[in-house]
């Protein structure tokens, strides 16, 4: 069992920089891989970024490729996106999710467990 705890979220104007964590309970979180997903209102939830088990593979959705960057620390349990010229069409909520044995897949349904998610709001 793992549970997920994300912060970091917050108001921001666009072109502002925001860095969410997700804090993972357990002694097995190296063997999780971890995806970044958002949801919108009014919109299905959508892939953000994947960081596989070891860290060494990263995926990001075109949207936001070359602005976010998503990494881990498996000695602290703990994964981040760090966010860089924020649009207002990234405003939506953001979860983290583990995937165990996983390597970082774009599909929601791979992922085990999730965390209750963190608000961003960008605006214009």
């Known amino acids: 069992q793992v549970q997920l705890v994300e912060s970091g979220g917050g108001l921001v104007q666009a072109g502002a920089s925001l860095r969410l964590s997700c804090a993972a309970s357990g002694r097995t979180f190296s063997f999780y891989a971890m995806g970044w997903f958002r949801q919108a209102p009014g919109k299905e939830r959508e892939f953000v970024a994947a960081?596989?088990?070891?860290?060494?593979?990263?995926y990001y959705a075109d949207s936001v490729k070359g602005r976010f960057t998503t990494s881990r620390d498996n000695a602290k349990n703990t994964v981040s996106l760090q966010m860089n010229s924020l649009k207002p069409e990234d405003t939506a909520v953001y979860y983290c999710?583990?995937?165990?044995w996983g390597y970082g897949s774009r599909d929601a349904n791979s992922y085990d467990y999730w965390g209750q998610g963190t608000q961003v709001t960008v605006s214009s």
């Open positions: 999710a583990a995937d165990k």
């Open positions: 960081i596989s088990f070891s860290g060494s593979s990263t």
